[in-house]
């Protein structure tokens, strides 16, 4: 497991991670088909020309899911109990095909639960493309384990 017990966030603490992934036409297509969003402004280079971008976007849920993917390795992996929300999602800025996205995990609050077992964290997580303009930012609060209830 290489992510990080509830005792080892601390708010304020931000994590950059490592991964990164350039967006190809065939993931945004893919991933399109695959959750049936068949809006043009994703699929039609032609529809997609005529708008404010001049061509196609990548689906912001699939920048979204790729930001949460960057972050597990550095956050959650094998020490999250659930995922309990995503919150405040934002987009400023567009992304293309082609574009390289990286993350960023910002802790935000933790608190114990009631029966001290476990702790919920809240971490704002923000994806940047290759020019550093932020593409899409986002709260997301997990439900962590504590290292000193997890067997060995």
């Not at 061509?55 to 920048?63: D, L």
């Not at 934002?90 to 933790?110: C, S, Y």
């Amino acid at each position: 497991m290489t992510g990080l017990y509830y005792e080892e966030f601390e708010v304020g603490q931000t994590i950059v991670h490592d991964k990164r992934r350039t967006v190809s036409e065939s993931d945004n297509q893919r991933f399109c088909d695959m959750t049936m969003n068949q809006q043009p402004l994703h699929l039609d280079g032609e529809f997609a020309g005529e708008t404010q971008f001049g061509e196609r976007i990548v689906n912001g849920i699939y920048t979204l899911a790729l930001a949460v993917g960057m972050t597990i390795p550095d956050t959650t992996d094998g020490t999250v109990v659930a995922n309990l929300g995503y919150d405040d999602v934002e987009h400023p800025e567009p992304v293309f095909h082609g574009d390289t996205i990286r993350a960023e995990t910002t802790v935000l609050d933790k608190r114990e639960t009631s029966d001290g077992e476990r702790g919920v964290v809240t971490m704002e997580v923000e994806a940047f493309n290759q020019d550093d303009d932020l593409v899409c930012s986002f709260e997301r609060t997990v439900l962590a384990l504590k290292a000193e209830f997890t067997e060995e």
